[in-house]
């Protein structure tokens, strides 16, 4: 990997992260439109850890909070019903699908999940959904009513951004709206539902930067650190977004680039993930 490509991918991944777009799309279809060679997933899920540090610093506060509810929790039974220590405790629930899915499926995950006809067909698919859910539901809830089965449908709705094209923030804000919760609502928890398994995955798939089959250390860490500033002004600007606008300009952009992508595979452009660049 150059340090052209570590500074477009690291751009591409800060912008897109918390989008309900698809940041393993974009890296994907970025490198396959320039001609690189696919990034793969470890280069991706190394890079949100630069993402995700942008989360835990831009909510640092209801993080803290939190997590001395949740541990609190554990020794006062009093402490079990505040709506922060539940919502640790909700974190920990969520987490659950993607944890085990993503070690199930890791080889489907590297490979076979990268081929661009998915990731046209996740990107349309999912769109059409989000605006479903965006214009059908009743965004009425709000987080202190999320519920464990709530949590467990949000947790295997981020376990389908295994999957580029789906979205980890799109998959899990249209179950939110599926289920009745306001934007920001959904959006919220999906931010703080990604952290545990973004850095798990993240740090797991260091092992395979640097080796034979994997990304240089150098450009990987500079991608990362891209990702970390643009990704913070991200998250700023979407929730001030979602606070007053819909989703639709993204069900728009989703769909469009889905087409696009099938249009170029149909005149020569090779689905197959290429082999990953070191």
Known sequence: MSWLEAVVLGLVQGLTEFLPISSS???RIVAALFGWDDPGAAFTAVTQIGTETAVIIYFWRDI???????????????????PDARMGW?????????????????????HAFRDLRITATTLIAFGLLLGFADYMGKQRRRLTELTVRDGLIYGFAQALALIPGV????????AGLLMGYTREAAARYSFLLAIPAVLASGFFKLLDIGGDSGPAWAPTIAATVIAFVVAYGVIAWFMNYIS?????????????????????????????????GS
């Open 167 to 174: 979205s980890r923030s799109g998959g899990t804000t249209t």
């Open 25 to 27: 799309a974009h890296l």
């Open 64 to 82: 803290i909070r939190i997590i001395g509810a949740w541990f609190r929790s554990l020794t006062k039974p009093e402490w079990r019903q505040n």
């Open 90 to 110: 909700l974190v920990i629930v969520g987490t659950l699908p993607i944890g085990i899915l993503g070690l199930l499926l890791e080889d489907q995950i590297d």
């Open 244 to 276: 007053t606008r819909s989703f639709m300009p993204f069900v728009g952009y989703r769909i469009g680039l889905g087409l696009l992508i099938f249009f170029l595979v149909w005149f020569g452009l090779d689905p197959a993930a290429g082999p990953v």
